[in-house]
Each structure stands twice: as C-alpha cells, then as structure tokens.
Nanobody, 115 residues
C-alpha cells in the first residue's frame, strides 16, 4: 500500500523560509520521478518542482530560483527547501510521482505566507 506523508508546513512571514518533507512508503519512489505540487484556494493544483530518480530537476516558472527540490533514495524521502517566500506561495503542498498518480495524493501540508 502506497503512502505519502507530507510535513513541514506552517505560517511564515514574507521573505521567510520553510523546508517541506515527504516520506514515501510502499511500492513507490524507486526508479520514478517525484514531484511537489500545490493547490491554493480556488485554483487548480500545479507542479512546483520535480526530481528524477537520477537527480535531474525541474521547476515551475514561478519558482525563479527560490526553491530547491531534493531526494534521498535510500530513505525514500523527498524534500523542498523554500526561501524568499511570498504571500502567493500560500497553498496546500503535496508530493506525488511526476506525472502524478491520482490514487497517491496524501493530506498535504499547509503553507501560509502572511505578515
């Protein structure tokens, strides 16, 4: 049974930083690209960043050098370091494969950027 558990969200002021983590268990992670996604109220879910099994990375245009995705293949964990956060980064953040598998969505972790 696949399980993805996101953590690390919270309330942060504009310009602040957060580090998100995703713990994967079950038949997932090995050999596949993994991604971070986000969904803000009233908006569609969008890809934030993804990383291949071999470490090739891609980012959404809105990231503009502020975020860094990484993975630990030995521990089945995915991370997202977010710096220079903006109010428009407020959303629920999820991890999943890239492209995402519909049945793998977890609860996500809320990120709120506000003064």
């Amino acid at each position: 049974q696949v399980q993805l558990v996101e953590s690390g969200g919270g309330l942060v002021q504009p310009g602040g930083s957060l580090r998100l983590s995703c713990a994967a268990s079950g038949s997932i992670f090995r050999g596949v690209a993994m991604g971070w996604y986000r969904q803000a109220p009233g908006k569609q879910r969008e890809l934030v960043a993804s990383i291949s099994w071999g470490g090739r990375k891609k980012y959404g245009d809105f990231v503009k050098g502020r975020f860094t995705v990484s993975r630990d293949n030995a521990k089945n964990t995915l991370s997202l370091q977010m710096n220079s956060l903006k109010p428009e980064d407020t959303a629920v953040y999820y991890c999943n494969e890239d492209p995402p598998f519909p049945g793998y969505w977890g609860q996500g972790t809320q990120v709120t950027v506000s003064s």
